[in-house]
C-alpha cells in the first residue's frame, strides 16, 4: 500500500528526517510512536506532500508520489488528519464535511456523510453550527470525518488523542480501530504510545527524524526499550 | 431637502464603486494574505479597454464583455508573474510588489492606449432622472443595480458553490484545503481573476459618470483600500458599507462645505472609526476568520 525509502526531509538547513524506510501493507493498523519533536508529523507531512521530501522515495499503490502534488495525493487515496485537527474554523460542520468530498460530485457524497454522521453522531447535531465552535474532541472528530469524506484507501492520522479527555481518546481510538473493519489502511501517529500499539498490528518507533525500533506491536509492548522509554514501565 | 437628495445618490453612486474596489482587496486578500494595490489599474483597464473597443468600433456591451475578459488575465498574469514567485515573502515585500506592478500597468496603459481622459456613452441615455427633487443619471443607477448585483452573485458563489466555499476553505486554512485535495493555487489564481473582473466591471460602470484615464488606478486604490479597512478587510459585508460610507462622507462634505475638503474629511473619519475599532466596522468578523 505505502512504501517509504529513505525518507529525509529539511526545515531550511536543518534535517528533521534522516532517512526514513517504513512499510503499511493493505488493511494494517500500523503506528509510529516517538517523544515530542521526534518528526512524526514532518513524516506524515512529507507523505501527505505537503512539506517536501529532500531525498528517498514514496510509492503509494505501485505509483512514485514522492513529487506529485498534495491535493493530487488526495485522488490517489492517501488522506491525512492532520496534527492540530485544521478544520474550517469559519465553516460549518456540513461544510467542513463537503469540502472533504471536494475531488467528488457524485450521490455517494450523501451515503458517505451519513456513514460518517453514523460513526460521530454527535456531528450530526451539530452539523450547521460553526465548527470553530465546536469542543476540542468534536473537532477532532470533525478532522477524522472529513478525511473519510476524501474515500481514502490509507488514511494518515497525526495524533487523534493529543489534548482530549481520557474517555474521549478511548472513544476516538475505537473509531480509528473500526475503520479497520470499513477496509481502510492506516497509519497512526501517537505520542500516547500504549493506546496506539493496542490498537496497531505493527509499530514503529521514531527518535530523532531514524526509526530505531520496528515489529509488531505486541513485540513492541513487550519489548524492554520501549517499555522503558515510551510506555512509562 | 432635495439638495441632500442629491449628494447621497451621487455619494452612493462613487461609494459604489469604491465598495466595489474594496471587495476587489478582500477577495484577494482572503485567498493569499496579500494587499494587492494595483486593485484600482483593473478599474482603469476596464474603462480604457471598453473606450478603446468601442472607439475602435466593436458594439458597447461586447466592448465591456471583451474588457473584463481581458483584465481578468491581466490579474491572473499578476498572480502569476508578480505574486506567486514571492510566495513566502513578507507582506510588505508583497506589498511592494503590487505597488510595482501597478506603476507598470499604467506604463503599459499610457503606451498601448494614451494620455486622454475619455469616456464612452451612458448605457440607456444620458437625460437625468427626476426624483423627489433630485436629478439622477440613468447610468448612476445602473453602477448601483451593477454593484448590487455583483455582491449578490459572488455573495451566492461563496455560500452556495462548493468552488466557492473552496476558495473559503483555502483562505481559512491552506493546509487542511490541500489535505481535502483543493488545489490552493488554482484557488488563488481565480480569486486574482474574479477580483481583477470585478474592478474591470466597476470601470465599465462608472467611466461614463466618472471618465477614465490611463492614471486613475492609483486614486481608486487608496479610496478602496481605505474602505476596505473601513469596513474591516478581508469581509465583503464591510467592503460594502466602508465604500458607501466613505462615498457618502465625500458627498456630503463637497456639497457642504467644499469640495476641497472631501479627501480630508474622508480619511479623518477613517483615522476616527480605525483609532476607535482597530479592526474596522467588520472587526469581530476578522477575528473569527484567524
Ligand atoms: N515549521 C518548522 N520549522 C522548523 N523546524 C521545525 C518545524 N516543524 C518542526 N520542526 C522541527 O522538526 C523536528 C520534528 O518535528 P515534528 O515533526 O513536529 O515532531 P513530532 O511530530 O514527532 O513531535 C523538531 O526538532 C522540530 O523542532
Ligand atoms: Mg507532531
Redesign the interface.
Known amino acids: 500500500m505505502l512504501s517509504v525509502k529513505d525518507l529525509r526531509s529539511r526545515y531550511g538547513r536543518i534535517e528533521a528526517l534522516h532517512g526514513v524506510d517504513l512499510e503499511v501493507k493493505s488493511g494494517e493498523i500500523v503506528t509510529v510512536v516517538g517523544a515530542n519533536g521526534a518528526g512524526k508529523t514532518t513524516l506524515l507531512r512529507c507523505l ?3 512539506q517536501p521530501a529532500s531525498a528517498g522515495s514514496i510509492v503509494f499503490r505501485g505509483d512514485d508520489v514522492t513529487r506529485v ?4 495525493r ?2 490517489l487515496g492517501l ?2 488528519s ?1 496534527e492540530g485537527r ?6 460549518s460542520v456540513e ?1 467542513n464535511l ?3 468530498a ?2 467528488h ?1 457524485d450521490p455517494r457524497v450523501e451515503q458517505d456523510m451519513d456513514e460518517a454522521f453514523a460513526l460521530f453522531p454527535i456531528l450530526r447535531q451539530k452539523r450547521r453550527q ?1 465548527a ?1 465552535g465546536l469542543s476540542g474532541g468534536q473537532q477532532q472528530m470533525l478532522a477524522i470525518a ?2 473519510l ?2 474515500r481514502p484507501s490509507c488514511l494518515l492520522l497525526d495524533e487523534p488523542s493529543l489534548g482530549l479527555a481520557p474517555i474521549l481518546v478511548a472513544q476516538v481510538l475505537d473509531v480509528v480501530k473500526s475503520l479497520k473493519s470499513l477496509g481502510v489502511t492506516l497509519l497512526l501517529v501517537e505520542q500516547n504510545a500504549f493506546a496506539a500499539l493496542n490498537i496497531a498490528d505493527r509499530g514503529y518507533v521514531m527518535e530523532t527524524g531514524r526509526i530505531t525500533i520496528s515489529g509488531e506491536a505486541e513485540e513492541l509492548i513487550a519489548d524492554p526499550r520501549v517499555r522503558e522509554a515510551y510506555l512509562g514501565i | 431637502m432635495y439638495e441632500f437628495l442629491q449628494f447621497v445618490s451621487s455619494g452612493m453612486t462613487v461609494g459604489a464603486v469604491y465598495a466595489l474596489v474594496a471587495l476587489g482587496f478582500t477577495l484577494i486578500y482572503n485567498a493569499s494574505d496579500v494587499v494587492n494595490f494595483a486593485q484600482g489599474e483593473f478599474v482603469m483597464l476596464g474603462g480604457m479597454t471598453t473606450v478603446f473597443l468601442y472607439d475602435a468600433g466593436t458594439p458597447l456591451w461586447l466592448a465591456a464583455v471583451l474588457a473584463v475578459m481581458i483584465t481578468a488575465t491581466v490579474g491572473v498574469l499578476l498572480n502569476k508573474l508578480a505574486v506567486e514567485p514571492a510566495r513566502g515573502a513578507s507582506v510588505v515585500s508583497l506589498i511592494i510588489i503590487t505597488i510595482g506592478a501597478s506603476i507598470f500597468l499604467r506604463g503599459v496603459a499610457q503606451i498601448v492606449f494614451d494620455k486622454q481622459i475619455h469616456r464612452f456613452p451612458a448605457f440607456t441615455g444620458e437625460d437625468p432622472i427626476t426624483v423627489a427633487g433630485a436629478a439622477i443619471l440613468p447610468q448612476s443607477l445602473w453602477v448601483l443595480m451593477g454593484g448590487a448585483a455583483i455582491f449578490g452573485v459572488l455573495y451566492l458563489f461563496f455560500t452556495r458553490s462548493v468552488i466557492g466555499k473552496a476558495v473559503l476553505a483555502t483562505a481559512n486554512n491552506r493546509l487542511a484545503a490541500k489535505l481535502v485535495g483543493i488545489n490552493t493555487t488554482a484557488m488563488m489564481t481565480l480569486s486574482f481573476g474574479l477580483s481583477a473582473a470585478v474592478g474591470a466591471l466597476a470601470g465599465v460602470l462608472a467611466t461614463p459618470i466618472t471618465l477614465t484615464s490611463y492614471d486613475v488606478g492609483g486614486g481608486l486604490a487608496l479610496k478602496g483600500f481605505a474602505a476596505a479597512m473601513l469596513g474591516s478587510m478581508g469581509v465583503p459585508a464591510g467592503a460594502l458599507v466602508g465604500g458607501l460610507l466613505l462615498g457618502l462622507i465625500e458627498a456630503m462634505t463637497a456639497g457642504y462645505i467644499s469640495s476641497d475638503y472631501k479627501d480630508a474629511a474622508a480619511f479623518i473619519v477613517i483615522l476616527t472609526v480605525l483609532f476607535v475599532m482597530p479592526r474596522g466596522l467588520f472587526g469581530r468578523a476578522v477575528a473569527e476568520r484567524v
Open positions: 501527505s506532500g505537503v502534488a498534495a491535493h493530487r488526495v485522488g488522506a491525512q492532520p485544521q478544520i474550517f474554523t469559519t465553516l461544510d463537503r469540502l472533504g471536494f475531488l460530485d460553526l470553530g472529513r478525511a469524506m476524501t
